[in-house]
């Protein structure tokens, strides 16, 4: 079975753009679930979807949004990016609670 | 707020000797304990987990361990291998968080 996916695995941005991020969940997941981490703050919750629903959202400022489709896939977007952004962004699938499985990340460098 | 938490931010073992990770948790009410494994570069892998009304459950050559009474986690990995090395992360999450929460990690070495 594959595992969860994410892309693009790096991305440069400049202050002030805007990314988006995709997250493909291992077959059968329902739920997806993304988290910042960073040297100074470690792993951090950032918001999770299941059923094209946000169930739970961590402590982010409104700049960080997310959605999921139908077919489970999820899209996180920060827009307004600043430097302090800079992390890497993993996504996490289960089949609606308990044990998460993650993928590679995304490495952003905000410039 | 609650966390989950490791006793020691760096671990340097000998190969072949057996590791121990150690972890405090504080939410009494999480349902799942999970281990993760990172290296560098790459996202946390899945190592073991464990459910609240257990107190021990083994993989290959790895075992965790569940005190409830002292909201305590370990991981012990039997013959530690230089593949071993990597940061490990405990992590906690309840029925009905749909979030995990997360220690800073304890990073581990294997001396050749």
């Known amino acids: 079975k594959a595992g969860v996916t994410q892309t693009p695995r790096y991305l440069i941005k400049t202050r002030g753009q805007q990314v988006t991020l995709s997250c493909s969940p291992i077959?059968?997941?329902?739920?997806v679930s993304w988290y910042q981490q960073t040297p100074g703050q470690g792993l951090q919750f950032l918001f999770e979807y299941f059923s094209e629903t946000q169930r739970n959202k961590g402590n982010f400022p409104g700049r960080f949004s997310g959605r999921q489709f139908s077919n489970s896939r999820s899209e996180m977007n920060v827009s307004t990016l600043e430097l302090g952004d800079s992390a890497l962004y993993l996504c996490?699938?289960?089949?609606?609670?308990?044990?998460?499985?993650f993928g590679p990340g995304t490495r952003l460098l905000v410039l | 707020g609650e966390s989950v938490g490791l006793h020691l931010p760096t671990l340097s073992v000998q190969e072949g000797d057996n590791s121990i990770i150690n972890c405090a948790y504080s939410?009494?009410?999480?349902?799942?304990f999970i281990w993760y494994k990172q290296e560098s570069g790459k996202g946390p892998q899945f190592i073991i987990d464990?459910?609240?009304?257990?107190d021990k459950r083994q993989g290959q050559r790895v075992t965790v361990l569940l005190n409830k009474t002292v909201k305590h986690l370990s991981l012990q990995i039997a013959a530690t291998q230089p593949g071993d090395s990597a940061v490990y992360f405990c992590a906690e999450t309840g029925q009905s968080d749909y979030k995990l929460s997360f220690g800073a990690g304890t990073t581990v070495t294997v001396r050749a």
């Open positions: 996490a699938s289960s089949r609606g609670s308990g044990t998460q499985y």
């Open positions: 464990i459910r609240s009304n257990m």
């Open positions: 077959s059968g997941h329902r739920s």
């Open positions: 939410n009494s009410a999480s349902d799942y």
